[in-house]
C-alpha cells in the first residue's frame, strides 16, 4: 500500500454558515503540516481543494439545515463518510440563523427582501444531528484549533474524546480571573456555558455570551433569575440566552420564558 493510501482520507464541507469553522483548521499554523502527515484533506474548498462527492474516512460539517440543498447535500455527505463530525454552533444547535425558530420566517423574509419570492429557505434552521446520525460534536463559535488537535490526537489512538461539558466558571477560576458578576454585575453566560474558548472574554472583563452552548448540568432557569436581579428587564434576560444557541434546548426555554413580543405579535 502507498504511503497516501494509509493517510486518514478527511473531507470539511459546509451548509448555511459563515465559514468561521473551517478556518480554525487553516489557523493551525505549523500544526497543520504536522496533520497532513497522517491526514489527505479530500474536499477542503478553503484550502483549494475541491471533490464533493469523494468517499471519506472521515468528515468534518459546519453550519445549520437551512435550505432545502442543505438537507439535500447533509445527506450525501453522511452517506460518504464513514465518521462524521458536526464543527461549531450553526451545526449543533442551528446556530445564530436558528433565531427563525422563534418567530415567523415569512414575516423576516417579506421585512428583509425586496422579493422574498427568489429566498429559498426552510421555515427553521436545525442543527445536523436532527437529520441525520452523527459521530462527534464539536461545539463553539466558532470551534478553536485547539479542539481540532485533541480530536485529531484522540483519533490517531483509535478512540474518540469525550466531550468537553465543564462549566465555563471552572475554566474561570483556574485561570484565577475576576469574576465579571461578582465585580461588575455583569450577565455572564458562563455558570451554563460549556468549557473550550479559554474564557476569554471575562479574562478581558466581559461576560460570557455563551458561544460553547449548555454545559452538563445547566441551571439556566436560576441563572435567568438572577440577571433579572441584576437588573436586566425580560427582554434582556431572553436575548442573553439566544444570541448563538437559541435553539439549545436549555437556553431555549429561557429565551421562551423570558421573551416579551415575538415578531409574530409585533406585524
Ligand atoms: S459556528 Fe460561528 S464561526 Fe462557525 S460557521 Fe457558524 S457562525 Fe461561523
Ligand atoms: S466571570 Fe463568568 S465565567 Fe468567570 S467565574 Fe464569573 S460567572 Fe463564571
Given at each position: 500500500m502507498s504511503k497516501a493510501k494509509s493517510k486518514v482520507t478527511v473531507a470539511i464541507h459546509k451548509l448555511t454558515s459563515c465559514s468561521g469553522c473551517q478556518l480554525a483548521f487553516l489557523n493551525q499554523g505549523k500544526a497543520l503540516l504536522s496533520l497532513l502527515e497522517i491526514v489527505e484533506f479530500k474536499h477542503f474548498i478553503e484550502a483549494?481543494?475541491?471533490?464533493?462527492d469523494a468517499k471519506v474516512d472521515l468528515a468534518f460539517i459546519e453550519g445549520s439545515v437551512s435550505t432545502p440543498e442543505d438537507l439535500k447535500r447533509l445527506q450525501e455527505v453522511r452517506n460518504n463518510a464513514k465518521l462524521l463530525v458536526s464543527i461549531g454552533a450553526c451545526a449543533t444547535s442551528?446556530?445564530?440563523?436558528?433565531?427563525?425558530n422563534l418567530a415567523d420566517g415569512d414575516v423576516w423574509k417579506r421585512g428583509v427582501y425586496p422579493h422574498p419570492e427568489f429566498i429559498a429557505t426552510l421555515d427553521t434552521s436545525t442543527p445536523v444531528a436532527e437529520h441525520v446520525k452523527i459521530d462527534f460534536e464539536l461545539w463553539g463559535c466558532p470551534i478553536t484549533v485547539q479542539q481540532i488537535r485533541h480530536f485529531v490526537q484522540q483519533l490517531t489512538l483509535g478512540t474518540l474524546p469525550q466531550?468537553?461539558?465543564?462549566?465555563?466558571c471552572m475554566e474561570c477560576k483556574r485561570q484565577q480571573n475576576v469574576c465579571v458578576v461578582v465585580t461588575r454585575q455583569a450577565p455572564c453566560l458562563g455558570p451554563v456555558t460549556r468549557t473550550g474558548c479559554g474564557a476569554l472574554c471575562p479574562e478581558f472583563g466581559k461576560a460570557c455570551y455563551g458561544c460553547f452552548g449548555a454545559s452538563e448540568q445547566p441551571n439556566a432557569r436560576s441563572l435567568a433569575n438572577r440577571f433579572s436581579g441584576l437588573g436586566l428587564v425580560s427582554e434582556e434576560v431572553a436575548q442573553r440566552f439566544a444570541a448563538i444557541h437559541s435553539h439549545e434546548p436549555a437556553f431555549k426555554a429561557q429565551v421562551e420564558h423570558w421573551q416579551g413580543l415575538s415578531v409574530r405579535e409585533i406585524e
Open positions: 483549494g481543494v475541491y471533490e464533493p442551528g446556530g445564530v440563523q436558528a433565531l427563525r466531550p468537553e461539558m465543564e462549566k465555563l
